[in-house]
Every structure is written in C-alpha cells, then in structure tokens.
C-alpha cells in the first residue's frame, strides 16, 4: 500500500538534492549554511517517522540554529543571464504555465482514480492519503511535463529547485513547525481555555453568535500563529465542537471545512504567514514589505463575512 511515507522520501530526496548542489557551490558566500539546513530538513522528511519525539525535536533546533545564524541566503552564481530568461519567456508565452496548471488538474483526476485502485483486493494508496499521494504523483508527472516541453540540461531541475528554495529560505518549513505547534496547544488545554475565555466575555447564546466567534477566531489565531493549521485544533476544540456542534447540532464536516477557509483569511492578514507575505516581497524586491498584505486586505474581510454567511446557512441545514 502506498502511503504518505512515499512523499515524505520524495521530499526528502528534493531537499538533499538542493544540500548537495549548495554545498558544491564554491562561488557562494553562504553555501555551507544553505546546506546544512536543507540537509537537516532532508533528513527530518527522510528519516523522522523512524525517529523518536526527542530526536525530532533535535532537529527542529537544529534547523532553529542554522537559520538564527544569518547564513542562509539566496545564490546568483548559476542564474542565466537576464536577456536569456527573457527571450525564453518570449519564445514559449503563456505555455510555460502548462507544467504548473498539470499539477491541479492530475491531482483533481487522479484523487478518485487512487481511491478506487486496488490490489490484490487491497487498496493501492492509503484511504486516508489519497489526496496527498495523488498531489504527490501530479507533481512528479508536472516535472516530467516541464522537461519534456523545455528540454533543459539533466542538472536543471535541481539547480532551478536550488534557486527558489534559497530565495524562500527558512520561511519553507513555516507550515509545518506552525501545524505542529498548534497540536502541542491543542494537547496543552489551549482549546478549553478559550472556549472558557469566550463563554465568560462573548454572547454565545444564539447559533449565529456560535458561528461568527468560530470563524472570527479562525482568522484571528492564524493572524497571530501565521498558519490556519495551527488555528484549527484550536479554535475547533474550544469553540467548534462544543458549540457549533453539540450545543446548537451543527454539521461537523461543514464547520470544518469552512472553517478552514475562514482561517486563511487570516493568512492573508498576517507577516506570520511569511512563506506566503513576505517571501514574493522579497523575490519581487517591492520596496513595500506589506505590500502583498494591503492588496490582499479586503478581499480578505469580504472572504470572511461570506464565510461566516455560507457556514450559518449550510452547516444547520
């Protein structure tokens, strides 16, 4: 059965690549702490689910430490010249957004397509999996796509996979270490606390005051966490559940999924959510660092109250 164990390695692999490019990059300055936190973070995709908690944790300050150090840092020694990329750009238009738009549409089709194989009368891809190995798999058939259409030199993918991860930097391991932590809070008792905050100072008496808090919440704890994913153990546990759920019967499916959209309509809000708010500042070189931010803004609020409109409406139907 094919499992969620099969991306992680893909990753891990991506990731030691990028390591391994970095650290035979003799003309960069940063190189050697470029490798070394690619190369921890390969090794958490690699080999954490082997690991012990501590071990684990070890490595999550491992990656802490290189990246407090400042020697992380995007390279130009390999870029081509500008005049290239843009008659390259030039040459091949809005077909460059094939390999890219291949990426949802092979995850959209082939989600149900996994869902069903079987063999052997076992199921080929794990149930709980199937969207992720699926996003997986059309990753890989985007890759191949890209180098069929491009014909690059066999060390391109990796180079370009080198390029942008060291622009992004240490913000790429931001969505985990934020949904990690918002399961130690959910394990912590934070959910009760503010479900017990929220009861004392909020009128919840009503389904619709339930819902508004649950969603305004969402958006609010990802603003201050960065992450929905944080969010969500969260707020589900001290407002949705107890409320939206039990008290008034909501439908739990319904709250959680538009809950989750109420919450990245926080990440939209927030410098937190950096890998989204600041990293394109920085590849953009926009002399605004919120720039990003005030041009989402209102579409952010105008997001949220339709979501706050949708769950009341659906979620007690």
């Known amino acids: 059965m094919i499992s969620l164990e099969l991306v992680h390695t893909l990753m891990g692999l991506l990731f030691a690549g990028i390591a391994v490019v970095n650290a035979r990059d003799a003309a960069s300055p940063r190189r050697w702490g470029n490798a070394a936190f690619w190369g921890i973070y390969a090794a958490s995709f690699l080999a954490g689910s082997h690991l012990s908690d501590l071990a684990n944790g070890v490595l999550v300050f491992a990656l802490v430490g290189v990246a407090s150090t400042r020697r992380m840092g995007a390279s130009r020694s390999d870029d081509d010249p500008r005049e290239v990329r843009e008659a390259r750009a030039r040459r091949w238009g809005n077909r460059l957004f094939v390999p890219a738009l291949t990426i949802p549409a092979v995850t959209l089709l082939g989600a149900p397509v996994l869902k069903r194989a079987t063999v052997g009368g076992a199921p080929l891809v794990d149930p709980k999996q199937v969207t992720l190995v699926a996003l997986g798999t059309a990753i890989v058939v985007a890759l191949v796509v890209g180098i069929g259409m491009l014909r690059p030199p066999p060390s391109a993918p990796m180079r370009e996979a080198r390029r942008l991860m060291d622009s992004v930097g240490w913000a790429a391991a931001l969505p985990q270490l934020l949904a990690a932590l918002g399961a130690v809070f959910a394990a912590a008792g934070i959910g009760q606390i ?112 339709a979501n706050i409109g949708l769950m009341y409406f659906f979620v007690y139907s």
């Open 194 to 305: 503010v479900s017990t905050l929220a009861a004392r100072w909020l009128p919840l008496g009503t389904p619709f005051a339930a819902v508004a808090t649950y969603a305004v919440g969402m958006a609010l704890f990802t603003i201050v966490m960065g992450n929905a994913f944080a969010a969500f153990p969260v707020m589900t546990a001290g407002i949705g559940l107890p409320l939206v759920v039990h008290r008034f019967g909501g439908d739990v499916t319904v709250m959680a999924a538009i809950g989750m959209l109420s919450g990245f309509c926080g990440t939209l809000m927030t410098p937190m959510a950096a890998n989204f708010n600041i990293v394109p500042i920085a590849l953009l070189e926009l002399p605004d660092q919120n720039a990003v931010i005030k041009a989402q803004l209102p579409t952010a609020l105008f997001l949220l109250a």
